[in-house]
Protein backbone atom coordinates (compact mmCIF):
# COMPACT_ATOMS: atom_id res chain seq x y z
CA UNK A 1 0.00 0.00 0.00
CA UNK A 2 0.83 3.81 -0.16
CA UNK A 3 0.72 5.16 3.20
CA UNK A 4 0.76 8.98 4.35
CA UNK A 5 1.66 9.14 7.74
CA UNK A 6 1.19 12.76 9.48
CA UNK A 7 3.40 12.52 12.52
CA UNK A 8 2.39 14.75 15.76
CA UNK A 9 4.97 17.04 16.86
CA UNK A 10 3.87 16.05 20.09
CA UNK A 11 5.04 12.75 19.61
CA UNK A 12 8.56 13.63 18.43
CA UNK A 13 8.62 15.74 21.73
CA UNK A 14 6.42 14.89 24.48
CA UNK A 15 4.63 17.21 26.32
CA UNK A 16 5.80 19.23 29.31
CA UNK A 17 9.25 17.83 28.44
CA UNK A 18 12.77 20.13 27.46
CA UNK A 19 13.15 21.18 23.99
CA UNK A 20 16.94 20.28 23.63
CA UNK A 21 18.17 18.40 20.26
CA UNK A 22 19.32 15.27 22.35
CA UNK A 23 15.70 14.59 23.41
CA UNK A 24 14.28 15.41 19.78
CA UNK A 25 16.91 12.98 18.40
CA UNK A 26 16.30 10.35 20.86
CA UNK A 27 12.55 10.69 20.34
CA UNK A 28 13.12 10.41 16.09
CA UNK A 29 15.41 7.81 16.82
CA UNK A 30 11.92 5.72 18.36
CA UNK A 31 9.74 6.92 15.67
CA UNK A 32 12.07 6.07 12.90
CA UNK A 33 12.46 2.67 14.65
CA UNK A 34 8.59 2.10 14.56
CA UNK A 35 8.13 3.57 10.87
CA UNK A 36 10.61 1.73 8.66
CA UNK A 37 8.58 -1.61 10.39
CA UNK A 38 5.51 0.03 7.98
CA UNK A 39 8.29 1.22 5.56
CA UNK A 40 9.80 -2.08 4.72
CA UNK A 41 6.42 -3.48 3.74
CA UNK A 42 4.88 -0.25 2.55
CA UNK A 43 5.06 2.61 0.43
CA UNK A 44 5.72 6.02 2.60
CA UNK A 45 5.25 8.96 2.52
CA UNK A 46 5.83 11.01 6.01
CA UNK A 47 4.18 14.56 6.87
CA UNK A 48 5.10 15.86 10.58
CA UNK A 49 3.84 18.59 13.00
CA UNK A 50 6.58 21.52 14.10
CA UNK A 51 4.51 22.82 16.94
CA UNK A 52 6.81 22.75 19.71
CA UNK A 53 9.84 23.56 17.35
CA UNK A 54 8.76 26.47 15.59
CA UNK A 55 7.47 27.91 18.75
CA UNK A 56 10.98 27.43 19.82
CA UNK A 57 12.43 29.22 17.52
CA UNK A 58 9.86 32.18 17.61
CA UNK A 59 11.29 32.27 21.35
CA UNK A 60 14.70 32.35 20.35
CA UNK A 61 14.10 35.07 17.94
CA UNK A 62 11.88 36.88 20.30
CA UNK A 63 15.03 36.83 22.81
CA UNK A 64 17.61 38.10 19.97
CA UNK A 65 15.28 41.45 19.04
CA UNK A 66 16.99 43.83 20.68
CA UNK A 67 20.21 42.45 18.44
CA UNK A 68 18.76 41.29 15.32
CA UNK A 69 15.06 41.66 13.64
CA UNK A 70 13.46 38.53 13.97
CA UNK A 71 12.97 36.93 10.95
CA UNK A 72 9.34 36.13 9.95
CA UNK A 73 6.74 33.23 10.72
CA UNK A 74 7.30 31.49 7.67
CA UNK A 75 11.12 31.80 7.37
CA UNK A 76 10.92 29.58 11.14
CA UNK A 77 8.63 27.66 9.15
CA UNK A 78 11.40 26.24 6.68
CA UNK A 79 13.88 26.21 9.23
CA UNK A 80 11.86 23.93 11.54
CA UNK A 81 11.71 21.35 8.56
CA UNK A 82 14.87 21.52 8.16
CA UNK A 83 15.68 20.68 11.50
CA UNK A 84 13.53 18.02 12.07
CA UNK A 85 13.38 16.91 8.38
CA UNK A 86 17.19 16.23 8.74
CA UNK A 87 17.07 13.87 11.96
CA UNK A 88 14.44 12.29 10.73
CA UNK A 89 16.08 11.32 7.46
CA UNK A 90 19.65 10.63 9.59
CA UNK A 91 17.33 8.11 11.37
CA UNK A 92 15.12 6.98 8.56
CA UNK A 93 18.20 5.73 6.62
CA UNK A 94 20.01 4.47 9.53
CA UNK A 95 16.81 1.67 9.82
CA UNK A 96 16.96 1.17 6.20
CA UNK A 97 20.27 2.08 4.86
CA UNK A 98 19.45 0.31 1.13
CA UNK A 99 16.19 2.38 0.69
CA UNK A 100 16.69 6.41 -0.66
CA UNK A 101 15.43 8.92 1.81
CA UNK A 102 14.23 12.16 0.91
CA UNK A 103 13.32 15.66 2.64
CA UNK A 104 11.49 18.15 0.62
CA UNK A 105 11.28 21.82 1.50
CA UNK A 106 7.44 22.25 1.37
CA UNK A 107 5.19 24.95 0.32
CA UNK A 108 1.64 25.05 0.74
CA UNK A 109 -0.63 27.72 -0.83
CA UNK A 110 -3.21 29.11 1.10
CA UNK A 111 -6.39 32.23 0.30
CA UNK A 112 -4.34 35.33 2.21
CA UNK A 113 -8.52 36.12 2.79
CA UNK A 114 -9.32 32.71 4.77
CA UNK A 115 -11.65 33.59 7.77
CA UNK A 116 -8.78 31.56 10.00
CA UNK A 117 -6.82 34.90 9.44
CA UNK A 118 -8.78 36.70 12.09
CA UNK A 119 -9.00 33.70 14.40
CA UNK A 120 -6.09 32.28 15.97
CA UNK A 121 -6.30 28.43 17.15
CA UNK A 122 -3.07 26.46 16.13
CA UNK A 123 -0.92 25.50 18.39
CA UNK A 124 2.71 26.28 18.74
CA UNK A 125 5.32 26.17 21.03
CA UNK A 126 6.04 24.26 24.49
CA UNK A 127 3.12 23.93 27.15
CA UNK A 128 2.89 26.49 30.12
CA UNK A 129 1.19 26.93 33.12
CA UNK A 130 -2.27 29.00 32.85
CA UNK A 131 -0.04 32.00 34.99
CA UNK A 132 2.44 32.07 32.92
CA UNK A 133 0.82 31.70 29.70
CA UNK A 134 -1.30 34.59 31.06
CA UNK A 135 1.76 36.87 31.77
CA UNK A 136 3.48 36.02 28.40
CA UNK A 137 0.25 36.97 26.72
CA UNK A 138 0.81 40.27 28.31
CA UNK A 139 3.90 41.04 27.78
CA UNK A 140 4.02 39.88 24.30
CA UNK A 141 0.81 39.99 22.47
CA UNK A 142 0.21 36.77 21.89
CA UNK A 143 -2.98 34.69 22.00
CA UNK A 144 -2.75 31.78 24.21
CA UNK A 145 -5.35 28.78 24.43
CA UNK A 146 -5.73 25.60 26.70
CA UNK A 147 -4.31 22.76 25.71
CA UNK A 148 -5.11 19.84 28.15
CA UNK A 149 -4.09 20.48 31.46
CA UNK A 150 -1.64 23.20 30.32
CA UNK A 151 -2.04 26.33 28.09
CA UNK A 152 -0.04 27.09 24.66
CA UNK A 153 0.41 30.15 21.94
CA UNK A 154 -1.90 30.01 19.14
CA UNK A 155 -1.72 31.35 15.84
CA UNK A 156 -3.61 31.51 12.84
CA UNK A 157 -3.94 28.65 10.52
CA UNK A 158 -5.68 28.54 7.57
CA UNK A 159 -6.90 25.69 5.02
CA UNK A 160 -4.10 24.05 2.39
CA UNK A 161 -5.23 24.74 -0.77
CA UNK A 162 -2.26 23.05 -2.82
CA UNK A 163 1.10 21.72 -2.25
CA UNK A 164 3.45 23.51 -4.36
CA UNK A 165 6.32 20.49 -4.73
CA UNK A 166 3.27 17.64 -5.04
CA UNK A 167 5.15 16.85 -8.77
CA UNK A 168 8.65 16.76 -7.41
CA UNK A 169 6.79 14.53 -4.51
CA UNK A 170 4.69 12.27 -6.61
CA UNK A 171 7.95 11.48 -8.86
CA UNK A 172 10.37 10.77 -5.71
CA UNK A 173 7.68 8.56 -4.66
CA UNK A 174 7.51 6.79 -8.01
CA UNK A 175 10.88 6.21 -7.76
CA UNK A 176 10.55 4.13 -4.37
CA UNK A 177 11.36 6.75 -2.06
CA UNK A 178 10.72 7.29 1.33
CA UNK A 179 9.84 11.25 1.07
CA UNK A 180 9.54 13.20 4.31
CA UNK A 181 7.54 16.40 3.38
CA UNK A 182 4.79 18.83 3.95
CA UNK A 183 6.21 19.24 7.54
CA UNK A 184 4.61 21.67 9.94
CA UNK A 185 2.00 21.56 7.09
CA UNK A 186 4.08 23.02 4.73
CA UNK A 187 5.30 26.98 4.68
CA UNK A 188 2.00 29.12 4.26
CA UNK A 189 2.47 31.14 1.13
CA UNK A 190 0.03 32.91 -0.86
CA UNK A 191 0.54 33.35 -5.02
CA UNK A 192 0.28 37.20 -6.19
CA UNK A 193 1.05 38.46 -9.66
CA UNK A 194 2.95 34.72 -10.24
CA UNK A 195 4.73 35.14 -7.25
CA UNK A 196 4.32 33.50 -3.99
CA UNK A 197 5.04 35.46 -0.70
CA UNK A 198 4.95 33.75 3.09
CA UNK A 199 2.24 34.66 5.59
CA UNK A 200 2.71 34.82 9.37
CA UNK A 201 0.86 31.82 9.99
CA UNK A 202 1.20 27.73 10.30
CA UNK A 203 -1.08 25.31 8.34
CA UNK A 204 -2.55 22.37 10.63
CA UNK A 205 -0.18 19.56 9.31
CA UNK A 206 -2.99 16.75 9.32
CA UNK A 207 -5.02 18.65 6.70
CA UNK A 208 -1.88 19.39 4.92
CA UNK A 209 -1.25 15.09 5.11
CA UNK A 210 -4.62 15.00 4.12
CA UNK A 211 -4.32 16.93 1.06
CA UNK A 212 -1.45 15.57 0.08
CA UNK A 213 -2.71 11.89 0.38
CA UNK A 214 -5.40 12.37 -2.18
CA UNK A 215 -3.16 14.54 -4.50
CA UNK A 216 -0.79 11.03 -4.34
CA UNK A 217 -3.82 8.54 -4.91
CA UNK A 218 -2.36 6.92 -1.56
CA UNK A 219 -4.40 3.97 -0.32
CA UNK A 220 -4.39 5.02 3.55
CA UNK A 221 -3.63 8.31 5.52
CA UNK A 222 -2.51 7.51 9.14
CA UNK A 223 -2.46 10.24 11.70
CA UNK A 224 0.18 9.54 14.35
CA UNK A 225 0.14 11.06 17.35
CA UNK A 226 0.66 10.36 21.37
CA UNK A 227 -3.17 9.38 22.33
CA UNK A 228 -4.01 5.40 21.47
CA UNK A 229 -7.50 6.79 19.77
CA UNK A 230 -9.96 9.56 19.08
CA UNK A 231 -12.04 9.87 22.76
CA UNK A 232 -15.64 11.36 22.61
CA UNK A 233 -15.67 13.40 25.89
CA UNK A 234 -11.24 13.50 26.30
CA UNK A 235 -10.10 14.17 29.96
CA UNK A 236 -13.32 13.16 31.19
CA UNK A 237 -14.05 10.22 33.55
CA UNK A 238 -16.46 8.75 31.15
CA UNK A 239 -14.17 9.27 27.91
CA UNK A 240 -14.85 6.53 25.57
CA UNK A 241 -12.45 5.68 22.91
CA UNK A 242 -13.66 5.20 18.99
CA UNK A 243 -12.24 2.03 17.32
CA UNK A 244 -14.28 2.30 14.36
CA UNK A 245 -16.73 5.01 12.76
CA UNK A 246 -17.66 6.00 9.31
CA UNK A 247 -16.26 9.50 8.48
CA UNK A 248 -20.57 11.91 8.59
CA UNK A 249 -20.91 9.70 12.31
CA UNK A 250 -17.59 10.93 13.17
CA UNK A 251 -18.03 14.36 12.05
CA UNK A 252 -21.22 14.95 13.95
CA UNK A 253 -19.45 14.02 17.51
CA UNK A 254 -17.84 16.95 19.14
CA UNK A 255 -13.60 17.23 19.54
CA UNK A 256 -11.41 19.82 20.48
CA UNK A 257 -10.55 22.32 18.06
CA UNK A 258 -7.20 22.88 18.26
CA UNK A 259 -6.59 19.03 18.99
CA UNK A 260 -8.11 16.74 18.09
CA UNK A 261 -10.59 18.58 15.70
CA UNK A 262 -8.55 18.53 12.92
CA UNK A 263 -6.92 14.96 12.62
CA UNK A 264 -10.50 13.96 12.78
CA UNK A 265 -11.54 16.70 10.12
CA UNK A 266 -8.57 15.20 7.59
CA UNK A 267 -9.38 11.74 8.34
CA UNK A 268 -12.80 12.41 7.52
CA UNK A 269 -11.67 14.53 4.22
CA UNK A 270 -9.35 12.06 2.90
CA UNK A 271 -12.00 8.97 3.43
CA UNK A 272 -14.87 11.07 1.88
CA UNK A 273 -12.50 12.35 -1.42
CA UNK A 274 -11.29 9.32 -1.69
CA UNK A 275 -13.17 6.50 -0.34
CA UNK A 276 -10.43 4.87 1.56
CA UNK A 277 -9.03 4.18 4.80
CA UNK A 278 -7.60 6.27 7.57
CA UNK A 279 -6.78 6.31 10.97
CA UNK A 280 -5.83 7.65 14.15
CA UNK A 281 -3.63 6.36 16.85
CA UNK A 282 -0.60 6.45 18.48
CA UNK A 283 2.75 6.55 16.77
CA UNK A 284 3.93 3.22 18.93
CA UNK A 285 0.99 1.61 17.56
CA UNK A 286 1.44 2.17 14.16
CA UNK A 287 2.06 -1.60 12.80
CA UNK A 288 -1.46 -2.40 14.46
CA UNK A 289 -3.04 0.48 13.15
CA UNK A 290 -2.08 -0.27 9.57
CA UNK A 291 -3.56 -3.30 9.94
CA UNK A 292 -6.14 -2.34 11.52
CA UNK A 293 -5.74 -3.88 15.11
CA UNK A 294 -5.37 -0.24 17.04
CA UNK A 295 -6.27 3.21 17.02
CA UNK A 296 -9.56 4.89 15.19
CA UNK A 297 -9.91 3.59 12.05
CA UNK A 298 -12.03 6.11 9.71
CA UNK A 299 -14.02 4.42 6.51
CA UNK A 300 -17.34 5.00 4.49
CA UNK A 301 -17.41 0.67 5.14
CA UNK A 302 -18.67 1.23 8.97
CA UNK A 303 -22.20 1.99 10.21
CA UNK A 304 -22.38 5.18 12.87
CA UNK A 305 -19.69 5.07 15.65
CA UNK A 306 -18.15 1.59 16.82
CA UNK A 307 -17.24 2.13 20.81
CA UNK A 308 -14.38 -0.24 22.10
CA UNK A 309 -17.30 -1.55 24.50
CA UNK A 310 -20.28 -1.03 22.41
CA UNK A 311 -22.11 0.66 19.08
CA UNK A 312 -24.03 3.86 18.80
CA UNK A 313 -25.41 4.60 15.40
CA UNK A 314 -25.39 8.18 14.58
CA UNK A 315 -28.27 9.48 11.96
Known sequence: MRIVVALGGNALLPRGKA?????????IRIASTALAAVARKHQLILGHGNGPQIGLLALQAEALKHQIEPFPF???GAESQGMIGYVLAQEMSAQMPNTPVVCVLTQTEVDANDPAMKNPAKFIGPVYGKEEALRLADEKGWTVKPDGEYYRRVVPSPKPQHIVEIDAIRALVNRETVVIAGGGGGIPVVRNDGRRF?????IDKDLCCSLMACELDADCLIIATDVSAAFVGWGAPDAKAIRMAHPDALEALDFAAGSMGPKVEAACAFVKRTGKRAAIGALEEIEAIVDG???TTVSTEIDGVIYHEGTMTVT
Open 198 to 202: GLEAV
Open 74 to 76: DVL
Open 293 to 295: RAG
Open 19 to 27: MSADLQREN
